[in-house]
């Protein structure tokens, strides 16, 4: 068999179970006859490329995907898939448990950032101007032209194209201008949700109860199996605080009915009607900028200042070191200790502390992590205390972990109370199980809009296109390789690239880089859209469509700025 037809052969698609999508040009001679044979290539695979640096030539040895459920790229000459109408889609009845070649998801997606002006450009320079007259711009990260914008790659109003691996602060799921959300957007269904937007408390639609079960009931955390609505991650923490004082006053009551003198004192913001109670967060957390969520949120004093605020308490989040394998005695009395200080906290504090609320990842805080068996100490320390658990995936949630709720990675004996979500859904509000956490009397919980039905709407196509073509565990592999070859710059490029976190986190990875916003600048003006947390944190959110071929792209990006 000539070359050529060797090619040709691999990029229509030779069933194989390696883990990384394979293009001609990048798989090395001693792995193509394994593949013609349809051997498993699980082994280590090296993407050397001629004239290759680092990020070209590292050697990854990649974990066995699972092929249920996948999605099948195209053959050769075939639609993209994404790009193809939902009753056109092209997919192979042969199971694979990875792409068949390199080709983007989105076929109008271009094969890299494009440049035309400096940044930011006159045009967007001038938009600036003309919106600064009007809205307030000084926390502006770029002024987009959304209409131009394609998959992984956002548009700016000079025609330069960034590869985005900020993705709207983690909101965006599958790409921009997808054209599965745009049929959603166009349907009929929608245009009622819109035009006719109900009050969803007191005239919820004949089929909201649908839409709900078929989009964000069908991806409920497990346990959890009742939902309320709210409009943003912050609307969806605040509400969900609110159902943990309502539990909390309704099981001391034990079902009596409130007494005059609650009913008087609470119009006068006073006890009893108005108790002394308490959420207890954790240092560096991040959970909105409403009045009781910026009450738990400890990530930066701008968020805070000059607004009244409860006095709840703060509890310490594990300070992990890295690499995590060479630290783990110390990261594991570090995490014991923060649990028996979250637990002495809880004990000894001047009210009852109701609930807790935590992130999986501390993201606006810096990307901070921990075990899952830090976790599962404190879901064990909150059962035993009778106090409910509240985590916090707005951030987290919709699969960026290599899991569809970051929580999963625990391996929770019994779920958590609540779980907010927003950010990737496009809607927001908090799951739970328990009835009692549904208020014992009509408009306790309530507010004209509830909730919208057409971003329900956009949530079931998002998570469609997610579970037609195996998303989550795409991005769990694609992070596997992500997390790699950026472990390889680590080592190439020390004290550029340090505490590099989010192994086994899907794409959720971070590091801490001694000038972070030089180098996110910089990154910009080479056609890479990143964002950072914390003091010093790179953080990188890459939608759940973000490939290995953008990973490499990436890894080049980001040695040109380091060599430069």
């Avoid at 950032?113 to 400096?118: D, E, G, I, R, Y």
């Avoid at 108790?275 to 954790?282: D, H, K, Q, R, T």
Wanted: proline residues 8%; glycine residues 6%.
């Amino acid at each position: 068999m000539s070359s050529r037809q060797l090619k040709n052969l691999l990029s229509r698609g030779v069933p194989h179970t390696c883990p990384r999508p394979l293009h001609p040009t990048l798989i090395p001679r001693n792995l193509f006859i394994p593949l013609l044979l349809n051997f498993n290539c699980t082994s280590t695979y090296s993407t050397s490329k001629s004239n290759s640096s680092l990020y070209t030539s590292t050697s990854v040895t990649s974990p066995r995907f699972s092929p249920s459920p996948i999605f099948v790229p195209p053959h050769q000459n075939s639609s993209n898939p994404i790009d193809t109408p939902t009753n056109t889609r092209n997919f192979s009845t042969t199971t694979r448990s990875a792409m068949a070649t390199a080709t983007p998801f989105f076929s109008n997606e271009p094969d890299g950032p494009k440049l035309m002006t400096a940044f930011p450009g006159p045009k967007s320079q001038d938009a600036i101007k003309k919106l600064d007259a009007v809205f307030d711009t000084r926390s502006l990260n770029m002024i987009c032209d959304y209409g131009q914008s394609r998959g992984n790659y956002i548009a700016d109003c000079d025609g330069n194209l960034y590869l985005d691996l900020y993705s709207q602060i983690a909101s965006i799921a599958v790409g921009y201008n997808n054209p599965h959300l745009r049929e959603a957007a166009s349907s009929p269904e929608m245009i009622d949700a819109l035009i006719n937007r109900p009050a969803l408390g007191n005239f919820p639609s004949c089929t909201y109860s649908e839409l709900l079960t078929s989009s964000i009931l069908k991806y409920a955390p497990k346990g959890l199996n009742q939902v309320f609505t709210a409009l943003a991650g912050s609307d969806a923490n605040e509400t969900a605080y609110k159902a943990a004082f309502m539990f909390y006053r309704r099981r001391e009551r034990g079902g009596a009915e409130f007494s005059p003198e609650e009913l008087s004192s609470c119009m006068v913001n006073a006890a009893p009607g108005s108790p002394e109670l308490a959420i207890m967060s954790f240092k560096r957390g991040f959970h909105g900028r409403l009045f009781a969520t910026l009450s738990t949120t400890r990530s930066k004093p701008i968020h805070k200042m000059d607004i009244p605020s409860f006095n709840w308490p703060v509890a310490p989040f594990p300070e992990l070191k890295y690499p995590l394998e060479e630290h783990i005695q110390e990261n594991e009395a570090e995490e014991k200790k923060c649990i028996e200080e979250a637990e002495r906290i809880i004990t000894s504090w001047h009210c009852p502390v109701v609930a807790i609320v935590i992130e999986p990842v501390q993201s606006e805080g810096g990307d901070n992590h921990a075990s899952p068996s830090y976790f599962r100490g404190l879901r064990e320390m909150t059962k035993r205390l009778g106090v409910l658990m509240i985590v916090d995936e707005v951030q987290t949630g919709i699969g960026a972990t290599g899991r569809f709720w970051a929580h999963d990675h625990w391996e929770l004996e019994t779920p958590p109370d609540l779980v907010t979500f927003s950010k990737k859904a496009q809607t927001a509000g908090y799951f739970f199980g328990d009835e009692r956490l549904r208020p014992d009397r009509p408009y306790r919980q309530f507010n004209t809009w509830m909730g919208d039905p057409s971003k329900a709407l956009i949530f079931r196509a998002i998570t469609e296109e997610i579970e037609k073509y195996g998303l989550v565990e795409h991005t769990a592999r694609v992070g596997n390789y992500l997390y790699s070859g950026l472990e390889a710059l680590s080592k190439k490029y020390p004290g550029q690239i340090n505490n590099l976190r989010g192994k086994g986190q899907g794409t959720f990875i971070a590091w801490d880089s001694p000038q972070r916003d030089e180098f996110l600048k910089k990154m910009k003006h080479v056609g890479v859209n990143i964002g950072g947390s914390g003091e010093m944190a790179v953080r990188l959110r890459p939608m759940l469509v973000f490939q290995e071929h953008h990973a490499d792209i990436f890894f080049k990006k980001v040695e040109e700025v380091l060599s430069a």
